[in-house]
């Protein structure tokens, strides 16, 4: 409910730049829009090649009171996990 996601039905995060942090991690920067506010986070996130295609995928913890959420029904703590996923393809 506090995510309100029949007005917010998706969270994005827009990577603007990428660094090799070590074999296999890549640390991002970009921007993270949840309920439509957009905030800056850097994340750091696992590499995966392949062949034909390219995976970026990070798991974290945001503090939603950051984007102004702070409704906690029944308890519920202000942070949530948030994973993220690309795969890249070679057509």
């Known amino acids: 409910d506090f995510f309100e996601v029949e007005t917010f039905p998706t969270m994005t995060y827009e990577a ?5 942090a070590g074999p296999g991690t890549i640390d991002l920067d970009g921007t993270l829009t949840v309920h439509g506010d957009a905030r800056r986070l ?11 295609s390219v995976t970026v995928s990070a798991e ?6 950051a984007w ?3 409704l906690t029904p029944f308890g519920a703590g202000l ?3 948030v994973v993220i996923s690309a795969q ?3 057509v």
Do not use: W, Y
């Open 88 to 90: 890249f393809r070679k």
């Open 79 to 81: 942070k949530n996990r």
């Open 16 to 20: 603007t730049s990428g660094r090799l």
């Open 42 to 52: 850097a994340v750091s996130a696992n590499l995966s090649v392949a062949p034909d």
């Open 60 to 65: 974290l913890d945001i503090d939603r009171s």
């Open 68 to 70: 102004g959420l702070t």
